[in-house]
T-cell receptor
Framework: GENVEQHSSTLSVQEGDSAVIKCTYSDSASNYFPWYKQELGKGPQLIIDIRSNVGEKKDQRIAVTLNKTAKHFSLHITETQPEDSAVYFC????????????FGGGTRLMVKP | SQTIHQWPATLVQPVGSPLSLECTVEGTSNPNLYWYRQAAGRGLQLLFY??????ISSEVPQNLSASRPQDRQFILSSKKLLLSDSGFYLC????FGTGGNVLTFGAGSRLTVL
């Protein structure tokens, strides 16, 4: 089955700096890669996703890149703000195979003011 | 629009007591429904998922069970809670065939077993 690894369990940055969270996956058939943000005491919320037919997707200050050859994908947050502090989960799945996402272990991002 | 409701939000239960967490989805039909557990500071562990009424798949053998008595209702239960059942329980839904597995999570239920 699929295995998704998040490279860092914690990441600390200064406000205004950029943050990059990296994930790798094992199943080359995976073609859908969402990112979720979980604030303290709340459920995870989808913030951005990418499908394997594109290499990059951007939405304001956040972007996701995908390298299918190397089987890794990354979340990029620019001009970080204190409200970006949260736990971020990456995930992967095969889009047409029954909606089963495999999640990474999560990365706690701390943005220091 | 679709919404997902989960209750209770917080629960403190003694060891050996029963458990019932409920989840309902509005604004969609035939959703896939999921129960995840998140231990403190840990990742998301899939417990159960359901593709239809009465259809339950278990991912992790344990002290818990799930039921889906109606299309948009998903219940997580236990007859006798263990200390290790403490955690943050998340219900989620998705719709099959959208071309992507977009999971939408509820707000979660925090269970403390004492």
């Amino acid at each position: 089955g699929e295995n998704v690894e998040q490279h860092s369990s914690t990441l600390s940055v200064q406000e205004g700096d950029s943050a990059v969270i990296k994930c790798t996956y094992s199943d080359s058939a995976s073609n859908y890669f969402p990112w979720y943000k979980q604030e303290l005491g709340k459920g995870p919320q989808l913030i951005i996703d990418i499908r394997s037919n594109v290499g990059e997707k951007k939405d304001q200050r956040i972007a996701v890149t995908l390298n299918k050859t190397a089987k890794h994908f990354s979340l990029h947050i620019t001009e970080t703000q204190p409200e970006d502090s949260a736990v971020y989960f990456c995930a992967a799945s095969i889009g047409n195979a029954g909606n089963m996402l495999t999640f990474g272990g999560g990365t706690r991002l701390m943005v220091k003011p | 629009s679709q919404t997902i409701h989960q209750w209770p939000a917080t629960l403190v239960q003694p060891v050996g007591s029963p458990l019932s967490l409920e989840c309902t989805v509005e604004g969609t039909s035939n959703p896939n429904l999921y129960w995840y557990r998140q231990a403190a500071g840990r990742g998301l562990q899939l417990l159960f998922y359901s593709v239809g009424i009465g259809q339950i798949s278990s991912e992790v053998p344990q002290n818990l069970s799930a039921s889906r008595p109606q299309d948009r209702q998903f219940i997580l239960s236990s007859k006798k809670l263990l200390l290790s059942d403490s955690g943050f329980y998340l219900c989620a839904w998705s719709v099959f065939g959208t071309g992507g597995n977009v999971l939408t999570f509820g707000a979660g239920s925090r269970l403390t077993v004492l």
